[in-house]
């Protein structure tokens, strides 16, 4: 797919994916290995609330499970920003990767990944894995400018301990779980707004895509729409804004490099210079 987006004014891709059936991870890297560097990719997960039944895109005009889709901005007039944050409180000591196998968690510190979790989730426990986005994954990423990077339960194995997230959990990684934080995620949400570069906007049409995960959705409850206003004030007038809840979101870090977000909300800002 990506290399049928290719071309030489190839400005940015946005692009939505299966939300349970994509390794959000290895799709990303897989963008990564065939777009240029200087190529925007944003998107996201498709989402099923807590349900974790089924997701589906538009394919062809009819809904299907296990597409991915994307779109390519093409052009020297085409303007692209992107931000993207979060917001959670980090949870519990520093832990290590001790064994994983691409999204599936085995060990933290040689311990059973679920046992560790079921700890802290105490009785939210049963009602895994839907209590696991309000208690994501937090990735310490080795580039200091990068914000660590967190990653959403999506399926727990009683039988083997293990735990299966929305993207890969490298082994030897340096881990902490995150807890909900409301005031952080509504500042998280700005913050995201702030990162948005307009450098050239001068107030016309605009459109702002904002991509939400599904947990802050969960902790934010009849709130919701206050991250979506603390966006809003910072976007300009003229920007229109449309969006979905995921299970995770497609954006690039400070370093400039795509990854997969969870727990965050992803803003892509477009205009085309007057």
């Known amino acids: 797919m990506a290399e049928q987006l290719l071309a030489p004014d190839l400005a940015a891709v946005f692009t939505l994916t299966d939300g349970l059936k994509v390794n959000g991870s290895a799709y990303v890297e897989g963008l990564n290995h065939i777009l240029p560097d200087d190529v925007i990719i944003t998107g996201g997960l498709a989402g099923d609330c807590d349900r974790f039944e089924r997701t589906w895109l538009l394919y062809d005009g009819k809904c299907k499970t296990g597409r991915v889709v994307a779109v390519g901005l093409y052009g020297d007039a085409v303007r692209v920003a992107h931000g993207s944050r979060g917001g959670w409180d980090l949870l519990g000591p520093d832990r290590e990767v001790t064994y994983s196998v691409g999204n599936v968690l085995y ?73 909900a934080n409301f005031d952080r995620l509504v500042d998280g949400a700005a913050e995201a707004a702030e990162q948005l570069d307009m450098t050239g906007y001068e107030n016309g049409p605009a459109i702002c895509l904002a991509i939400s995960c599904v947990g802050r959705r969960l902790v934010l409850g009849p709130r919701v729409e206050e991250e979506l206003e603390a966006v809003k004030e910072v976007l300009p007038a003229g920007a229109g804004v449309i969006g979905y809840y995921s299970y995770g979101e497609i954006s690039p870090l400070a370093s400039g490099r795509c990854d997969l977000h969870n727990q965050t909300m992803t803003l892509t800002l477009i205009w085309e210079k007057a």
């Open 107 to 179: 060990t933290m510190d040689n311990q059973p990944a679920l046992e560790v979790y079921k700890k802290y989730l105490g009785e939210r426990a049963e009602d895994l894995p839907a209590t696991g986005l309000l208690f994501p994954l937090a990735i310490r990423n080795e580039n200091d400018d990068d914000h660590d990077t967190v990653r959403t339960i999506l399926a727990v194995d009683e039988q083997k301990q293990s735990i299966i997230f929305a993207g890969d959990i490298p082994e030897g990684s340096h881990v902490k779980l995150m807890r």
